[in-house]
C-alpha cells in the first residue's frame, strides 16, 4: 500500500472486515488497476475481465468477515482473480462450442460506450429488482446491504446456515445483475451495489 504505514493498513483491512464501505472501497481502488490488467491477460477480454474484477470484489464484499483472517491480501485477491478467470475463459469455451454453427458478430454501439451513468437510476433499477426477490431472498439482501449484518448475524437472526445465507445472496446478486443486463448497466453492478 505504498506509504502506508503497516498498522493503517491493518486498520484498514479490519474496517473492511467489519463492513466499513470507505475501507473497503478503499481497498478495491487500490488494488483493481492492476487485477484488472492482470484478468485482461487471463481473459484476453477487457470486457470480461471487468466483469471478473467486478464479481471478484463482489464476492470478497459478501465474504467480507474472512478479511482479517488473510495474511496476505495481495496474494489472496490474486488468487480470487484466478479462480473467477478460469471459471470464466471455460464458460466462454462452452459458449463458443455451442454457438459454432453461427456467424457470431459483436456490434458495439458508440452510443453504450459514451452513455453518461445516471447512478439515482441505477440504484432505482437495483431497488426495483430487489423487489422482484422471492420474500426470503429479499430479507437477506436487506438484512445485508440495509441493515449491514454480517453473514452470521443474519445466520443467527434467520435461523439459517451461514452457507445457506451466502449462497442466498450470491443467488440474489447474480439476480439483479440479470436484471441489470436487461437495461443495459450490467457493468455497474459493483459500485451500484457499494453506493446502494
Known sequence: MGKQSLSNYQQLILSASEGDENAFAHIFYEYSPALL??????????????????????????????????????????????NEGLSYVKKRLVRERANLHFQHTTITSDNDIDKTVDLNELKRIVAEAVELLPEQRRKIFNLSRGEELSIDEISEQLNLSPSTVKNTLVTALKFIRNHLTTYGYASYVFIVLLLS
Not at 471478473?52 to 496476505?72: S, T, Y
Open 37 to 82: 490488467s492482470f484478468a485482461k491477460k487471463l481473459s484476453y477480454n477487457s470486457i470480461e475481465a471487468e466483469e471478473i474484477i467486478q464479481n471478484v470484489f463482489l464476492r470478497v464484499w459478501l465474504h467480507r468477515d474472512k478479511l482479517a483472517e488473510v495474511e496476505n491480501l495481495k496474494s489472496w485477491l490474486y488468487k480470487f482473480v484466478v
